[in-house]
């Protein structure tokens, strides 16, 4: 048999014979000077690697190991099966550490990573961490306006030592840069961000997730972005905070549809910004938006903002155009309960709703009225009580006494009290009040006569105040008057 043993075999057989002889360095020695030839063959090349183990040389192992998995892909798994079971036995062995580390790096295993750790010297552990953040340095300096894939290698191995550390907002830090900087969207970047976001349990920490946003806009990856960025909604505050900025700045530019921007609104009411919010998804309803993720964002908003009145009032309005009147008006009429309601467009969502005939037994048209009388102008508040003349003229010359407070003088006021003392009857009453109307010096000298009786009057009271009259308006309840 001997006869047909390869030459590899034979070299081989001379090491072994070396070693058991004692000459341990020799065999050693001679392995490193005809190391390519022995790796020729593959099954040769994996005893090597067990052999070099039992003489006591895991550094020249490891190499070997390293080489044999570039040259056999094959035997790649056993390899590094074996290196890693006969770790334990060379903790100090500052080759076999490295060795291992950027083969897991390499498939990714950063768990395999660091565990690989929990098995060395404490010397051997800062050797590596030494190497890596002088490789990452070195990277960063002499690197020039890209980053290569080789000094990605270096950035992630370094965040992942900076990370062993417990210096997880440096690791982010490390990748972020590394993405900013890489010559092209290299995928072992975000699952780094990823590895580490995951590592407090089932649910992603917010910081990674926030980071991993960040590295998906520095690849100019909108979608990918978009993707994660609802595990922040309900994130801490400074999280949700950095995270506004981070939209407002670099995604909703670069993102072609409303997505980041209704994402935007739903960190804005996590933000408790619930104004802004608001303001935001009224500008996306203009513009026709109506889509789920709209409805989602506009629930959202207004489950976080009950003591706000614009999300009431958009919610109202958006009903309203779905035709789903009843829950339009219950939105509308839970707007008028908010401290801010003075402060929103409650009353030209209201009117908007009267005229288009959507109320229930007047209940919107009083509570308008209610609200403009006391927290209204008095134009306004005449704008809003017109409407209800015909129907309760008592209740109506109620709120008139209330706005006569405020201003006694009002032609506004004046012509509507006159107006309702008539409907009610009073004729006399109504008369005086016009005749002091009439006598008064800052009356105009043309009239705009409106036919039609007392049924006209919310309209023509209507045209007085949106500028349509062409003099002083004058409607004519009588024939005879």
């Known amino acids: ?59 020249l192992s490891a190499r070997a190991g390293e080489e044999i998995i570039r040259l056999h892909r094959d035997l790649a798994t056993p390899v590094v ?155 801490p505050v400074d999280i949700v905070n950095s995270t506004l900025a981070v939209v407002e700045k670099d995604l909703i530019p670069l993102d072609l549809t409303n997505k980041s921007r209704i994402y935007f609104v739903r960190l804005l009411a996590s933000a408790e910004r619930f104004d802004d919010a608001a303001r935001e998804l009224e500008r996306l309803f203009e513009e026709g938006d109506r889509t789920l993720d709209f409805e989602a964002a506009l629930r959202d908003l207004v489950s976080k903002a009950q003591a706000n009145a614009r999300p009431h009032l958009l919610m109202a309005r958006y009903k309203k155009d779905r035709g789903e009147n009843t829950s339009a008006l219950d939105s509308l009429e839970k707007a008028f309960t908010c401290e801010d309601a003075a402060s929103s467009p409650l009353g030209e969502t209201a009117a908007a709703f009267l005229d288009q005939g959507i109320d229930r037994d007047d209940s919107i048209a009083r509570k308008l009225a209610e609200f403009m009388t006391e927290r209204g102008t008095v134009s306004d508040a005449v704008s809003a009580l017109c409407r209800l003349v015909a129907g309760d003229p008592e209740w109506v010359q109620g709120m008139i006494q209330k706005l006569l407070l405020k201003d006694k003088n009002s032609a506004e006021v004046l012509t509507l009290l006159a107006v309702t003392m008539q409907v009610r009857g009073r004729e006399s009453e109504a008369a005086a009040t016009m005749q002091h109307l009439q006598d008064r010096k800052d009356r105009k000298s043309r009239e705009d006569i409106v036919e039609g009786g007392i049924d006209a009057f919310p309209e023509a009271l209507l045209r007085l105040f949106r500028g349509e009259n062409f003099g002083k308006l004058v409607l004519r309840v009588a024939s005879d008057y």
Request: net charge neutral; proline share 3%; hydrophobic share 45%.
């Open 1 to 59: 048999m001997a006869l047909f043993e390869s030459k590899q075999r034979r070299l081989f057989k001379v090491i072994k014979s070396m070693a058991d002889s004692g000459n341990v360095d020799q065999a050693a020695a001679k392995v490193e000077q005809d190391l390519k030839m022995l790796l020729e063959t593959p099954e040769l090349a994996r005893e090597l690697v067990a052999f070099l183990m039992d003489i006591g040389y895991p550094d």
């Open 81 to 235: 099966r074996l290196l890693e079971d006969r770790q334990a036995d060379f903790p100090r062995s500052f080759e076999l550490l490295r060795t291992l580390w950027q083969i897991k790096l390499r498939q990714r295993d950063y768990t395999g990573a660091i565990e690989l750790l929990n098995r060395v010297d404490r010397s051997a552990e800062t050797k590596l961490f030494d190497a890596l953040e002088s490789g990452a340095r070195s990277a960063e300096r002499f690197a020039t306006d890209k980053l290569l894939e080789g000094d990605i290698d270096r950035y992630v191995g370094w965040s992942l030592a900076q990370f062993r550390k417990g210096r997880v907002q440096e690791a982010l830090d490390t990748l972020l840069r590394a993405a900013q900087k890489s010559a092209r969207a290299d995928e072992r970047i975000p699952s780094v961000v990823e590895w580490i976001a995951t590592r407090k349990g089932d649910a992603r920490d917010p910081l990674g997730v926030l980071y991993l946003v960040r590295v998906y806009l520095a690849f100019e990856n909108a979608e990918l972005a978009l993707r994660n960025l609802p595990d922040l909604f309900e994130a």
